[in-house]
């Protein structure tokens, strides 16, 4: 999800969802490391609970980017086995590190010792013609053998040579089994599943079998899913109006385009709001033609309501 779960991003779905557990985007340890990790690691208070994602197999820099993410006060500091992309690869670091369980337990063992919070893995089941129950054990038991007690795991194997990072998101099949066996002969870890999971009916029933559900492009595409899942875990909160919750968003956009942002930067994460409702058409196209404008302002957002019938 890098580029995609920004901080903006973040507020805006914290806004749809009170509880669930937000990710950052993945950020490399050498970017925190060596770069501007104020910026990196900046998101708003309201976003807790949140984990930060982090990319590397420099032992001493993943320590590091760790450490810095724990003073910034993080809840989960989150290690990346699971992107598949050529520059991930090209950096060693991602579903590369796959074949390289014992790198990745000494990456976790350095970041625990510097961090007073759970760090954990997310992988995918497999890696090309590694696609096997006993490789993604053997992995999963290197990892819990040093300690963690935590596994995001990615029901599909990534293929690193001959598919994009896009297909990797849709080609390789889905194997739902081999995680729930994972849970099976671990019962004392905890493992939570995500890929290919776009209905909120099918949410109940995977948590039958798995600790919990992890949820990416389809609550991007679709946020107002996360206000749904909300309720469904939670009876007694009642749905947020859709338009109230732009509403809610106005402050904030207005306070960072005070701080020099782009509106484009914002809104980009709220054109799947109305999704499946009436003028939800009228909602994107007006945002997608008036926010990257100069000088764009709070008053586009407005705007784009204003364009949509009322019932909406």
């Not at 749904?228 to 919750?245: A, F, M, S, T, Y």
């Given at each position: ?213 992890m949820i990416g492009r389809q609550a ?55 999704a499946g409702q009436p003028g939800a058409r009228a909602w994107r196209r ?27």
């Open positions: 999800m890098m580029d995609w779960t920004d901080r903006h991003c973040r507020y805006f779905m914290r806004l749809l969802s009170p509880s669930v557990r937000l990710y950052t985007e993945m950020v490399t340890a050498a970017a925190v490391v060596h770069g501007d990790r104020r910026s990196l690691l900046r998101y708003d208070e309201s976003e807790h609970p949140i984990a930060v994602q982090l990319g590397g197999s420099n032992v001493d820099w993943m320590a590091s980017a760790a450490r810095y993410a724990n003073e910034c006060g993080f809840d989960e500091i989150n290690i990346n086995i699971g992107c598949p992309s050529d520059r991930v690869q090209s950096g060693q670091f991602g579903a590369c590190l796959m074949a390289q369980p014992g790198l990745v337990a000494e990456c976790f063992s350095a970041m625990r010792d510097e961090v007073d919070v759970p760090v954990t893995v997310k992988t995918r089941i497999g890696i090309d013609d590694q696609d096997s129950y006993d490789f993604l054990r053997g992995f999963v038991d290197t990892l819990a053998s040093a300690g963690c007690r935590k596994f995001i795991v990615h029901a599909r194997i990534a293929i690193l040579d001959g598919l994009s990072p896009k297909e990797n998101r849709s080609v390789p099949p889905l194997n739902y089994e081999r995680v729930f066996r994972l849970k099976q002969d671990y019962p004392e870890l905890d493992i939570v599943l995500n890929g290919g999971v776009q209905e909120l009916s099918q949410i109940d029933t995977l948590l039958e079998r798995v600790d919990g559900v991007y595409h679709h946020p107002y899913l996360l206000a749904e899942i909300e309720k469904q875990l939670h009876p007694d909160r009642p749905l947020p109006d859709r338009r109230n919750v732009v509403d809610r968003m106005l402050p904030y956009i207005e306070q960072e385009l005070a701080d020099g942002e782009r509106l484009i930067r914002i809104t980009r994460h709220m054109l799947g709001l109305f007006y945002l997608s033609e008036n926010a990257h404008r100069e000088g764009a302002g709070a008053e586009v957002v407005a705007a784009a309501l204003d364009a949509m019938p009322v019932a909406a």
